[in-house]
């Protein structure tokens, strides 16, 4: 049996071996990660493990024994992205938007370390995350609060 947190509950797995933390996620209706490329390119199933950025779709659950892991979803009902998520608006920093789940789960761990990160390190932080729409100048604009 694997034990984890996620986001605010305690979760008991005892499911198929070899399936990724995406699957899950999105198997309980957490859709905020995004399926994208399956490969831990693109960024667009991000989530928070133990405050670290990583895909969801290169996790195994089983991997995850005693791990805290957030979602955007559950970010979003704390309140924790409420600035940034009105500054991305107010910016046009989403188009599509299948990349924005992922830059802003990015850019909250970022926040959680430096309040007040610089150009250089917004961009650096954004460079997991594959945008094809916004070519990273509006994102990068929005980040900056």
């Not at 996620?25 to 693109?42: H, M, N, P, Q």
């Not at 957030?70 to 409420?82: A, N, P, R, S």
Request: net charge negative; aromatic share 8%.
């Amino acid at each position: 049996m694997i034990r984890f947190r996620l986001n605010e509950l305690e979760i008991e797995y005892t499911g198929h071996p070899g399936l990724t933390l995406m699957e899950y996620l999105r198997s309980i209706e957490l859709f905020s990660v995004k399926y994208g490329c399956d490969t831990g390119s693109c960024g667009s199933c991000s989530v928070l493990v133990d405050n670290n950025v990583y895909n969801s779709c290169m996790i195994l659950v089983e991997s995850l024994h005693g791990k805290l892991i957030e979602t955007l979803e559950y970010l979003d009902k704390k309140g924790e992205i409420d600035e940034l998520k009105e500054s991305f608006l107010d910016k046009g920093a989403i188009q599509c938007g299948y990349c924005s789940p992922g830059m802003l789960i990015s850019l909250v761990a970022l926040f959680r370390i430096n309040n007040q990160p610089d150009e250089s390190e917004i961009r650096d932080t954004l460079a997991g995350n594959l945008c094809r729409c916004t070519g990273y100048v509006k994102p990068v604009e929005a980040a900056q609060l």
